[in-house]
């Protein structure tokens, strides 16, 4: 009797503890990357603590270097409180800033650039520009990378893709040097091969001026889609949203294109992703750095074939507060968008939440994941279609002249 109470009793502590151990909840960060693998949204560092940049003009203090992810496949992440998480193996350093991408033959996690400490602490870290996650050997190293340009090292604000033949792209950005002062910016269009671990830099006189906190979006014919973030010419100056920067991977030229439709307000911090219709949708972001303005439209989609903005008509039911340094990826049709900061409140509320956006029927399928919903994927078929939009307005536009006291924020915001 005594050893069956006991049993019970040792039991229930184990699994409490199991529980206790075992249930991971992220907290509230900017500057992560994320990445589908199979049916996992993967998500990478970032740093749950706000930035004081007069302050601490390098350290960041507890920047993360978790990883994890939640399963798709679970259709209870559209109408549950809360997804599953699950950890994955560290980061050997923690990091935001950075960009991910993966290998589609292996699943293997590169993780290139990004601003780099000891993992939760406030102490720069011993740097290399890349690292990899190998799922098989459950870690984390430093590839071997022939001809690696150690310009790209410390390159933050970036966004790389890569194509179906295994070659990474990564445009420009910007890099501090340890001692904090003026960053350098770049307009080199980086080039790694991940079949073959080789490097290339290519210095190309017809490309875009030096820029940062741009999306890179690669559509199947092999162009990759370069919209809003910073130019630094003499200054910094946003990237007006008419004009998308398109890169041919085949041919390795720019071609600029000149975008109409509706007005989009310049940005910095956003997202994009392309759906299944091949249009591009980019979502949040803010005017200046991370504390906000917000900017408007919150989301708009460009058609990759007429180059035309639009901005659909969304029902106002589980629309998000608008986010900037967060992270989005597609999934089947849904794009999922999570963390970063809610653009409206002045960089004073982290988020820790996930949303999801039928990018089909433009509707938010849930609200934030810290309250209860109840709404399932199978009741959002039927609703509001998305509503055609009327070119002429001019409501987006809220570009204001620069400040140059913003080159100060930006630089401390993004590097
Ligand atoms: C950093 O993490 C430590 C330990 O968890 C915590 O005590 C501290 O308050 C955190 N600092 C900030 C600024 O979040
Ligand atoms: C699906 O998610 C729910 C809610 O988070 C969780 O209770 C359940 O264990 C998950 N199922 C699987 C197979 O992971
Ligand atoms: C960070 O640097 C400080 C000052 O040099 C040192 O005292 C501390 O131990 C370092 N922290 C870690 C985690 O290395
Ligand atoms: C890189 O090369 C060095 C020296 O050849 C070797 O010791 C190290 O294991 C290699 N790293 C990886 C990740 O292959
Ligand atoms: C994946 O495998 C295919 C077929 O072996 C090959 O053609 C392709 O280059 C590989 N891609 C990468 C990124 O290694
Ligand atoms: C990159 O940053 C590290 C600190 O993380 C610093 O030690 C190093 O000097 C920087 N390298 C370059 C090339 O700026
Ligand atoms: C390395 O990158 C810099 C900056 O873009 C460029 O000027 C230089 O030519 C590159 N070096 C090589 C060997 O490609
Ligand atoms: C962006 O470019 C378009 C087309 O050239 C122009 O009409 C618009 O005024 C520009 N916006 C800003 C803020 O410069
Ligand atoms: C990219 O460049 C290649 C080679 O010049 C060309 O054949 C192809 O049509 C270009 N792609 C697009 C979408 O313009
Ligand atoms: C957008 O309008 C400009 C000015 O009217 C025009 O030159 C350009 O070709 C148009 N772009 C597209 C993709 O139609
Ligand atoms: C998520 O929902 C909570 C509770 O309604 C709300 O306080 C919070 O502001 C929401 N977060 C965002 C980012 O919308
Ligand atoms: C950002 O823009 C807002 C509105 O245009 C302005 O009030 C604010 O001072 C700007 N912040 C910086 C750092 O430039």
Redesign the pocket.
């Given at each position: 009797m005594r050893f069956i109470q006991f049993g019970v009793f040792s039991f229930s502590l184990l699994s409490y503890l199991f529980f206790v151990s075992c249930q991971y909840v992220p907290n509230p960060r900017i500057g992560q990357s994320s990445a589908l693998i199979g049916t996992k949204l993967y998500f990478f560092g970032g740093s749950p603590a706000d930035v004081s940049p007069l302050s601490t003009p390098i350290g960041h203090p507890n920047i993360s270097n978790d990883v994890f992810y939640f399963d798709l496949s679970n259709s209870s992440l559209f109408n549950t409180v809360t997804p599953t998480w699950y950890k994955d193996v560290e980061m050997p350093i923690g990091s935001l800033y950075h960009t991910s991408c993966v290998n589609p033959n292996d699943s293997a996690v590169f993780i290139f650039g990004g601003r780099?400490f000891l993992p939760n602490s406030n102490n720069?870290?011993v740097?290399s520009p890349v690292y990899r996650l190998d799922h098989n050997k459950n870690s984390w190293s430093i590839p071997n990378i022939t001809g690696l340009n150690?310009t790209f090292?410390?390159r933050t604000s970036i966004q790389a893709v890569i194509d179906i033949t295994g070659k990474v792209f990564i445009f420009g950005g910007g890099?501090r040097?340890?001692t904090g002062g003026d960053p350098s910016y770049y307009n080199d269009m980086n080039i790694f091969d991940i079949t073959s671990m080789s490097w290339s830099t290519l210095v190309i006189s017809q490309a875009p001026p030096p820029s940062y906190a741009y999306t890179a979006t690669l559509l199947p014919s092999g162009i990759i889609v370069y919209i809003g973030g910073i130019d630094y010419i003499s200054g910094i100056i946003p990237v007006n949203m008419s004009e998308i920067r398109t890169f041919n991977t085949t041919s390795l030229t720019w071609t600029i294109k000149s975008a109409n439709g509706s007005s989009i307000g310049s940005r910095v911090g956003h997202s994009a992703v392309l759906n299944q219709n091949g249009d591009i949708i980019i979502y949040g972001g803010s005017e200046n750095d991370t504390l906000g303005p917000q900017v408007f439209p919150d989301l708009a989609v460009l058609n990759t074939n007429s180059w035309m903005w639009s901005i659909p008509n969304i029902p106002s039911s589980n629309i998000p507060q608008a986010l900037t340094a967060h992270s989005a990826v597609l999934y089947k049709n849904y794009m999922f968008v999570a963390f970063g900061v809610i653009a409206s409140t002045g960089g004073t509320i982290y988020n820790k939440d996930y949303y999801i956006l039928d990018t089909q029927k433009y509707v938010w399928v849930t609200t934030n994941n810290s309250v209860i919903t109840t709404q399932g994927p199978s009741k959002i078929q039927g609703s509001q279609p998305n509503k055609a939009i009327d070119p002429s307005s001019n409501d987006g536009n809220k570009i204001k002249p620069l400040l140059y006291l913003s080159l100060f924020f930006y630089i401390y915001m993004f590097f």
């Open positions: 780099q720069l870290s740097y150690s090292a410390n890099r040097s340890a």
